[in-house]
């Protein structure tokens, strides 16, 4: 690694150190290692050193700082940087950390996105796969707190925590444990974050807690011009489909100009990455924001216009689709079609059993179905399928869903087990769902994880099911149907489905069947394709799902409000 800039040397430390969890800035071993250590219990890294054997391998600029950080982080230090001269902070890795510390820095911020491992899908699966709820990258982020809390200039500077993950320590009270001072919620931009960084920079102890603004218009979000982790560039805030569950949402609707996510895409290239990803909670809103027309009714040329501009970028390879919701496929098939004739050749994911692209390649959005349940779904996510009625939700999602996989676009779908007031009904409609999908052929990933209380969403103080121990055996039924259903595109040779099965078994014999209780055992056996789910469900064990009556397209769009009919693209009712 080159040597750190002699400055820092010379003047005993940065002022500003930025820095993130070891496991939350690497990018070169794709989206799927992320996914797997946000998930993954320790025990379990074995499997990706062997799969990714230089995943720790980082680039570093000439002077020692990060070449790639999360994109939250480098928004923090486009802000530092309007109000502070560039030698006094640096974006650094952990392990780099004792280099750019040093008697004269104030301040050590670090941006983490799940430092407990308690978001929605981290504490499931290390407590169905492992002893310890801590996912992997938890563990990277408490590595990374207690190398900063036993530097030998610790007490010379307060730690600021920042990003996604932040309510994780206030509401689980550990800032004396992680060596904390101060936690932020909210965006970077705000001028209350450099008045925090102020005051930390002339010695005031900070408070424990702040919370400061989120830009209210799109000229003040700032695009960093620095390489992110995934080549990630903002292009919204907010969705407005008001889920109860949904932090983003509670953030204002904002779509980022164009020109500024081209100069993001740019900055990416020149930084040397070769891959870009738009970040949103719902790409489909881009470009119909604030407009005359209802923003869950997409503007085609628009979004077309974007993306063709983003991969026809010199320097992009790769390109992969970050969040979306499933009622615009309905609305807009041909723009589907057409965003897939723009994308595909640039996607670096390939599933050959599914695909019908001559390389293979696919689209793989996240999306969120959450529930198959209208009842539920009534009461936690009534807008989500607008410009349809919440009562039609099965039928937009096999409608959807039936046009995604058209144009080979297989989402991961996010579903929410044990949420609040959720009754054995209402998890028999979900797994009547995922068997439609299965029934009819079409294809998603679908990731099944317990209802996590968020900070300040509306679901804030209500409980569910909080361990899985509590999960009854349809609940368990549904979390491993829908993981049987996920290894369809993997096993593709004669003896992967064997090898699966015998594994399955072999670690529920082994550790499982104690940690998880015994509502596990029969979905357990399911999953492993020990026996025919038909004969486990003549045997009482299990709920094979009931045909649901689907709606068909032209029903759903006949369905919209005549106020709105005017929004539907001629050449999609044909």
Partial sequence: MPDANPSAARTGGRRIVLTAPFTETIDHAGFFI?????????????????????????????????????????????????????????????????????????????????????TFAAGVYTSIFGESRQPINAHYARQLFDRVKQSPHRQGFQVIVGGSGGWQITQNNVWDELGVDCVVEGRSESADTMTLFDRALAGERLPRQVEVGHPKERESLLMPDKRTTFGVVEMTTGCGRR??????????????????????????????????????????????????????????????????SVVNTPGVEQHVLSHATIAPAVVDPVLIRKLSELLLDKSPIRLPVLSSHPEKRALVPLIGLETGSTRLARQIMPSKGVPFSIDDWPSVVINGLTVLNQHNWFPAMTLIVGSPGETDDDTRATIDLIYEVERRGLFAFFIPSIFTPLHDTRLEHATGVAETRQLTPLQWQLMMKCWKMNLRPGQMSWWGPMAWRTGAIGLWLWKLRKLNGPHFTWPMLMFASAAPESLMARMGKLYLGRPIDIKSRAALIATVRPSQREFLRADTLQ
Avoid at 67 to 77: D, K, S
Avoid at 264 to 270: E, I, K, M, P, Y
Avoid at 283 to 297: A, D, E, L
Wanted: net charge negative; glycine share 6%; charged share 25%.
């Fill in 34 to 118: 992320q996914m797997s250590m946000a998930s993954l219990p320790m025990w379990l890294e074995g499997i990706l050193n062997r799969k990714y054997p230089k995943w720790r391998e980082v680039e570093h600029n000439a002077d020692g700082s990060a070449r790639t950080m999360p994109a939250g982080l480098r928004v923090l230090e486009a802000s530092l940087l309007r109000h502070y001269a560039p030698e006094d902070l640096v974006a650094c890795y952990p392990d780099d950390l004792d280099r750019f510390i040093g008697p004269e820095t104030r301040v050590v911020a670090i941006s983490t996105h799940n430092p407990l491992g308690v």
């Fill in 243 to 308: 889920c109860q569950f949904c932090v983003p949402d509670l953030n204002p609707q904002i779509d980022v100009p164009k020109e500024r996510i081209m100069a993001g895409v740019r900055a990416n290239v020149r930084g040397g990455n070769k891959q870009i990803s738009l970040a949103t909670e719902d790409m489909f809103i881009w470009g119909q924001v604030r407009t005359g027309t209802p923003f869950y009714f997409p503007n085609r040329e628009a979004l077309l216009d974007l993306y063709a």
